[in-house]
């Protein structure tokens, strides 16, 4: 089964909030290799949930896919911070999917922790100049990333 690790800002929905709320919408991905990546996840696939542009970012839990790409809703909203002018009812080039939350970690895995594993370091987080908010995550960083909370 294929892993993830999906990017939010904590002030537009924090893994507290997921757990909150059980269910949530994952929208505003603006950039195409990461809506690929949208496209690709199926039901019942795990996501780290990773906290960015923040004082703290790291990975803050997980959660899971519970409904497949859709096409956006938040694109057509011209009062929305993530309207496009160019997407329509009948185009829309934009997905979101559907999440629920798993588990909270005690504490945020940060990057100069992540960035100590050796098994991470293929991870596409850790890249220079990676600033994807959607990404793969392989079994076995998955793995190593659990052994870290």
Request: proline share 8%; aromatic share 10%.
């Amino acid at each position: 089964m294929p892993y993830w690790l999906m990017k939010s800002e904590p002030d537009v929905l924090s893994a507290a909030t997921l757990q909150r709320l059980r269910q949530a919408r994952w929208d505003g991905v603006r950039n195409y290799q990461a809506r690929n990546f949208l496209r690709n996840m199926q039901a019942d696939e795990l996501f780290f949930f990773y906290h960015s542009s923040c004082p703290q970012p790291g990975i803050a839990g997980i959660g899971r896919i519970v409904r497949t790409a859709y096409p956006d809703p938040s694109a057509l909203d011209p009062h929305g911070p993530y309207f496009d002018a160019r997407a329509s009812a009948e185009k829309n080039p934009w997905s979101a999917v559907d999440v629920e939350f798993v588990e909270a970690f005690s504490d945020i895995i940060g990057l100069a922790r992540l960035r100590s594993i050796p098994e991470l370091a293929q991870l596409p987080l850790l890249q220079k100049g990676s600033r994807l908010s959607v990404m793969p995550v392989e079994a076995g960083e998955w793995a190593a990333v659990l052994a870290l909370r």
